[in-house]
T-cell receptor, first 114, second 112 residues
Framework: EPEVTQTPSHQVTQMGQEVILRCVPI?????FYWYRQILGQKVEFLVS????????KSEIFDDQFSVERPDGSNFTLKIRSTKLEDSAMYFC????????????FGSGTQLSVL | AQSVAQPEDQVNVAEGNPLTVKCTYS??????LFWYVQYPNRGLQFLLK??????LVKGSYGFEAEFNKSQTSFHLKKPSALVSDSALYFC??????????FGAGTRLTVKP
């Protein structure tokens, strides 16, 4: 079965540094998402992306966050100036339609901000 | 917009016993409801979904879920639990046409 891939699996950074989390969604998918999960608890929606623009974003997704689809395969999440509270597992997901279509998730990037 | 709630943080069952993981929903209009599972150090995996039709939905790994409109519930069930079913389970629903929102999760532990 096709997979969503995320790199790196672990990222350690210093507070205030910029990080870029990378994702390769499934190739024929059109909708892309970032979620985060803190300490294995609730999965929080960050942002959805369709047709080369943000569709929706949560209150978590402030000006420090940005997303980009720089080419036909990658989907990135950038955090400009990391804070301690940004430490979390970040999941990328994709699907080929919106609405009631299921999401396919990557295995996540564990971000640790020191 | 839809929202879901999972009233239990933790469910413990003995292997071989039936299991239920609870989810309630709040919607305007026809509900679309999902269950996902997360095994340790993995991303979420789709188990099943309810769109319309039969109230009993069958999914992966022997799981099923019952849509109950009068109780606004969509509980996940399995007749006989396995130790390997131990994982974190999330109920989910589309918040709008573009994104999916998840419940707080229920940690299922199946003991031998």
């Amino acid at each position: 079965e096709p997979e969503v891939t995320q790199t790196p699996s672990h990222q350690v950074t210093q507070m205030g540094q910029e990080v870029i989390l990378r994702c390769v969604p499934i190739s024929n998918h059109l909708y892309f998402y970032w979620y985060r999960q803190i300490l294995g608890q609730k999965v929080e929606f960050l942002v959805s992306f369709y047709n080369n623009e943000i569709s929706e974003k949560s209150e978590i997704f402030d000006d420090q966050f940005s997303v980009e689809r720089p080419d036909g395969s990658n989907f990135t999440l950038k955090i400009r100036s990391t804070k301690l509270e940004d430490s979390a597992m970040y999941f990328c997901a994709s699907r080929n339609r919106g609405g009631n279509e299921k999401l396919f998730f990557g295995s996540g990037t564990q971000l640790s901000v020191l | 917009a839809q929202s879901v709630a999972q009233p239990e943080d933790q469910v413990n069952v003995a292997e071989g016993n039936p299991l239920t993981v609870k989810c309630t929903y709040s919607v305007s209009g026809n509900p679309y409801l999902f269950w996902y599972v997360q095994y340790p150090n993995r991303g979420l995996q789709f188990l099943l979904k309810y769109i319309t039709g039969d109230n009993l939905v069958k999914g992966s790994y022997g799981f099923e879920a019952e849509f109950n409109k009068s109780q606004t519930s969509f509980h996940l069930k399995k007749p006989s639990a396995l130790v390997s079913d131990s994982a974190l389970y999330f109920c989910a629903a589309p918040y709008n046409n573009n994104d999916m929102r998840f419940g707080a999760g229920t940690r299922l532990t199946v003991k031998p």
